[in-house]
């Protein structure tokens, strides 16, 4: 995710000095500062919601977010009932990442090769983890 977001920002703005061209793509010094500055923020971001994830139990974190929610009460916005969505959303996570990694390891049981091909070859691949 963060290299692909790094390479999107390379590519596509147009901010800048051309420092070197690909083909039809053309990168500017604004790009790469850009793509880098973003990458690093989705970086510490990924990093630090680990971080807190890891160090806090599921309890302490929903009363956390449910705290942080307080002023949606104001709105009329149901504050514990969006955070105990979020901290059901959050221990499920390594379920699903289970889920994933036993679904690819029994595709690869299945001769199927995620590595080589065309590129539709491999997305098509991929479909069973939708």
């Known amino acids: 995710l963060v ?3 790094l390479i999107l ?3 596509l703005p147009k901010e800048g000095p ?3 061209t690909l ?3 053309a990168i500017h010094e604004g790009g790469v500062m850009n793509g880098l500055f973003i990458a690093t923020r989705l970086l510490t971001l990924v990093m630090l919601t680990s971080l807190i994830t890891l160090t806090t139990s599921p309890i302490d974190l929903t009363d956390g977010v449910e705290s ?3 002023p949606l009460k104001k709105v009329g916005l149901p ?3 969006l955070a105990l969505m979020m901290s059901i959303a959050l221990r499920f996570i390594p379920t699903f990442m289970q889920e994933t990694e036993k679904i690819l390891k029994a595709q690869m049981a299945r001769g199927v090769d995620f590595s080589s091909g065309p590129i539709s070859k491999r997305i098509k691949a991929l479909l069973p983890l939708l």
């Open 79 to 81: 504050a514990h009932e």
């Open 18 to 20: 051309v420092l070197m």
């Open 9 to 11: 920002h390379v590519l």
């Open 23 to 25: 083909g039809p793509f």
């Open 3 to 5: 290299l692909f977001t």
């Open 68 to 70: 942080l929610f307080t």
